[in-house]
Each structure stands twice: as C-alpha cells, then as structure tokens.
C-alpha cells in the first residue's frame, strides 16, 4: 500500500494513506499517513458510523495540506466505536442448528443442512443490508459446499467453473461460504466483535469443522498450490493452536 | 486492535516478517488547498464490481469502481483471511468510503469525488505493482484527479 503511494507521488499526484500497522508506516517512509488503532480490515473504523468515517477521512485527507513534507506521519487520537475485534462480548449466534435426524453423519452433510437453515437469516440479513458480499465463486451456496466438501474424499468433484483454475474455485467457495455463514449469523443487529464471529464460525459450525479436515487432507496432498491455500489463506492466524 | 501488541502472536510474527520496500527518493508532490482538490479512493482490498474477473493469488492488475457504482455490486476477493470482513459486509464505507467522501465534497471541505476509484489486491508485492500504479496515475490524471486517498485493509 505505501509503495503505491511512493509510485502516485512519483507520477505527480498527491497521496495520503491509512496505516493500520503503524511499524511499518515508520519503516516505510510514505509521504502522508494516518496512523489508525482499528482493527485489520476496518480502515475507516466502524461499520454504520458515518461521523466517525467522516472525521478519520478528513483527518487523513488534511495532511495534503501539511508542509512538513517529504514524510509526515500523524497518529488518529480515538479508538472505533463498538468492541475491538479481540474483545469477548458475549455474543451469541442467534441460529441454533438442528442435530442431525440419523445421528452424526459427518461434517459435510452437516454443513448442507447448516445451509438451509441459515437460508432464512442470510435472506433476512440480504434485506436489512441491502446487499450480500457472498458471490465470488459463481456458485449457488450449496453447490459451493458440495465442492469444497468434496475434497474430504479421494477423488474431488469435477471443476464446476472450468474457466478458473480449480484451487482458485476452491478458494472462492470457502471465501462464499464463510460470508454467507457471516452474513446470516449477523443478520440481527447487536453488539458483536469479528472475533465472536470468526470464533463462531471456526468453533461452533459444521462448516468450519469441514473446512479443518480439508484443510488437514490437503496439508498432506500432492497439489502445490492447495497446499499453499490451505496452509496461508484458508484458516485465519488468530484460530491456528 | 491494529496496534502491534494487541495481535496474535503468529500475526505480530507475520507482520514484522514481512519484507517491506525500501525507495532510493522520497517524493512529495504539493497541490492546491484541500477545498479545491479532486480526490479519488484506492484501496488494496482486493474490490471488483460483481461478474467481473477476480483477483488471483500475484495479481498485479486492479479495478475500476465508478463513483456511482450500486454497493450491492461491490465484492472482495483479496486472499487473506487474516483481517475482519464483517465490518465491509455491514457497510462499504468502512473500507471504501465513497459516501463520506461525497459527503465532504457536499460541505465543501473537498473540491470533487473523482468519477472513478480503483483497487489492487494488497497481498501482491509491491514492486509487481509498480508498472500498474504508474499506468493508473495517468488515468487518475486524465480524470482531474490531485488527491489519492489510499485505504488498506
């Protein structure tokens, strides 16, 4: 990010730039940057806060006006509204999942049913937000699921977007099928850090637990990229140990 | 939570590993009083508008989002999972902040929101994306634009 900043003002253009980790601000050196204390992935600090967005876009934007140039680094005074991401709120996912009729028949067809019955929350939450971020992959939800799910047996399912490389299909149905577990998990407004979500999601779902043994079947697999999928971008750093 | 000690210990590791880069130049442009700039959002969140090609693991090429583009349109397809996506499920502007911007230029304190913003997939080295920030300046350029706004996620 701070690179692109140093490439924009080479070029002529004016920039100034959110810094989430304030190290590596000072380290790098770009020109303006507003040092936040949000948490990753919340750059402008809270979701349906729109003063508070206002005030940290203002803030950022009014070291254009600094001559203190070549490097001016200031640092946001005030923490986001709402509980940071690693505070425990007591959040609990209002969906409670029915157990499976014939006894456990494993993760994935847990995870299907789980799909159903998040199906009224996601819509409800579709309709209070106005938009749904799931939608990466193409896919209609449960075919995403038996995808993925199909890794848990020798032989996966054939490549149902065959104009995208299969790891990357893969990757895009686990990114739709957390958003959607999200999504419906939080379609009732309250109180909640990502934490509680992601700890949710990871701890508490069939999906999550589907996604654990793929991932531990794939750690051990011949595919090089899938390998790398599961071990660096499937399972956030906070839920490894 | 983005102060380094509050992070998990594999993601404090993760961050102070990371290779950083390192300019021979600090350039520094000026411009007009921040009333009279144009400005425009470009954020590393990996965003594209719905149907069109995602971002890819090294991507090196970003996205063009219209100023006026429907929310509901607005996908991330950046690969990591370590950073909060509820808060973008909830609201745009928490990473893409076009209404605030709007919002600014309406009182003033902005001149104009440029006609259209972009984004990179953050995850990509920085000098890969070299070639195409400066590509992207020239469109900024054409587009009027004196200010960027860089949002990370």
């Known amino acids: ?241 | 939570m983005a102060r380094m000690e509050d992070l998990v210990p594999a993601e404090q590791d993760h961050m102070r590993a990371l290779p950083l880069p390192k300019f021979a130049s600090e350039p520094w442009v000026e411009g007009p009083p921040l009333s009279q700039r144009r400005v425009a959002i470009v954020t590393t969140a990996g965003l594209s508008l719905r149907g069109e090609n995602l971002f890819a693991r090294g991507a090196a090429d970003y996205r063009v989002i219209p100023a006026d583009a429907d929310p509901a349109d607005i996908l991330m397809s950046h690969i990591s999972v370590n950073f909060d996506r509820t808060g973008f499920q909830d609201d745009v502007n928490v990473v893409f902040p076009i209404d605030r911007l709007k919002e600014l230029a309406d009182a003033g304190k902005i001149g104009s929101v440029a006609e259209f913003h972009y984004s990179f997939m953050g995850a990509t080295d920085t000098a890969h994306l070299e070639a195409s920030a400066r590509e992207l300046a020239g469109m900024l350029k054409e587009d009027g634009v004196n200010a960027v706004l860089l949002s990370p996620v």
């Not at chain 1, 254009?64 to 509980?83: N, T």
């Not at chain 1, 054939?158 to 895009?172: E, H, L, Q, T």
Request: charged letters at 25%; glycine letters at 8%; proline letters at 9%.
């Open chain 1, 1 to 241: 990010m701070c690179g692109l900043a140093h490439f924009f003002e080479d070029e002529g253009i004016a920039t100034t730039f959110i810094a989430l980790i304030r190290e590596h601000a000072v380290a790098i050196r770009a020109p303006r940057a507003l040092w936040v204390p949000f948490d990753l992935g919340r750059p402008f600090g809270a979701p349906d806060e729109p003063a508070f967005q206002r005030r940290v876009a203002l803030a950022a934007l009014t070291l254009l006006e600094s001559g203190q140039g070549p490097v001016v680094l200031a640092d946001f005074p005030d923490d986001a509204p709402g509980p940071k991401a690693e505070d425990a709120t007591g959040w609990v996912c209002p969906v409670s999942f029915a157990p499976p009729p014939d006894g456990d028949d494993g993760p994935a067809a847990a995870m299907l049913r789980e799909i159903g019955e998040l199906a009224p929350w996601y819509q409800l939450s579709s309709d209070r937000r106005g938009r749904t971020t799931v939608g990466v992959s193409g896919l209609e939800m449960p075919a995403a699921a038996r995808f993925v799910a199909s890794y848990l047996d020798g032989t996966p399912a054939g490549n149902p977007r065959p104009d995208r490389p299969a790891s990357d299909v893969f990757k895009d149905c686990c990114s739709d099928i957390m958003a959607y577990y999200m999504e419906a998990g939080t379609a009732k407004p309250g109180r909640r850090s990502s934490m509680d979500v992601q700890n949710w999601f990871w701890r508490d779902t069939a999906a999550g637990r589907t996604f654990l043994e793929v991932r531990e079947k794939l750690r051990r697999g011949d595919d090089e990229i899938l390998r790398f999928v599961v071990e660096r971008i499937l399972l956030p750093k906070t839920q490894h140990g």
